[in-house]
């Protein structure tokens, strides 16, 4: 039988609250067990991506010591912006993911935009509108408040467990 995920797919630079708002809600939904969390762009470091796949990891297990992670490298690691020449090959390789796992996946997100790509090829679902007044959370928010050490800023929208991982970087942010 072929396993099914509830699938939040990011950057993550940093992971930050509205990430974790829709990872409690997929594991209240579904359970822990069926929650996966990939890592997109894992082996690129840049302006956008200014975290190791590990140091990534690391900030979702602070939160999350249990929850299944998989990195998900680019297609053309040196981009610091998506092309969307790239996106079926992009595509290919999370349905390779999803083959060599013998799984079903399902993606979650929050916003329609979010999830337009994969939606070309797997079932999405918008779980929180990040569009909302009180989901308006920015990963470039937090790298701008991180990088001019605004930790007033960054605290709003960072885990407490997450925001000294998320200081941990020394790549120019912005």
Not at 22 to 37: A, H, Q, R, T
Not at 60 to 75: F, V, W
Not at 147 to 174: G, H, I, Q
Request: charge should be positive; include cysteine.
């Amino acid at each position: 039988m072929m396993k099914e995920y509830s699938v939040l797919l990011g950057r993550f630079c940093p992971f930050h609250l509205g990430h974790q708002k829709i990872v409690d809600k997929l594991i209240y939904d579904f359970g822990e067990k069926s929650v996966l969390i990939i890592i997109g762009s894992s082996t690129t470091i840049n302006s956008r991506t200014p975290y190791t796949f590990s140091q990534r990891k690391n900030m979702i297990r602070s939160i999350y010591p249990n929850i299944r992670i998989l990195p998900l490298p680019d297609p053309e690691p040196n981009l610091i912006t998506f092309h969307n020449d790239t996106n079926n090959v992009w595509l290919d390789s999370v349905e390779e993911l999803e083959k060599r796992m013998k799984a079903k996946f399902t993606f979650f997100g929050g916003s329609v935009e979010d999830l337009k790509v994969l939606a070309e090829r797997f079932k999405t679902k918008v779980l929180i509108d990040r569009k909302e007044k009180s989901n308006k959370i920015s990963a470039t928010k937090i790298r701008r408040a991180l990088s001019k050490k605004d930790l007033k800023t960054a605290t709003k929208m960072l885990d407490s467990k997450v925001l000294p991982l998320a200081l941990d970087t020394r790549f120019v942010v912005n």
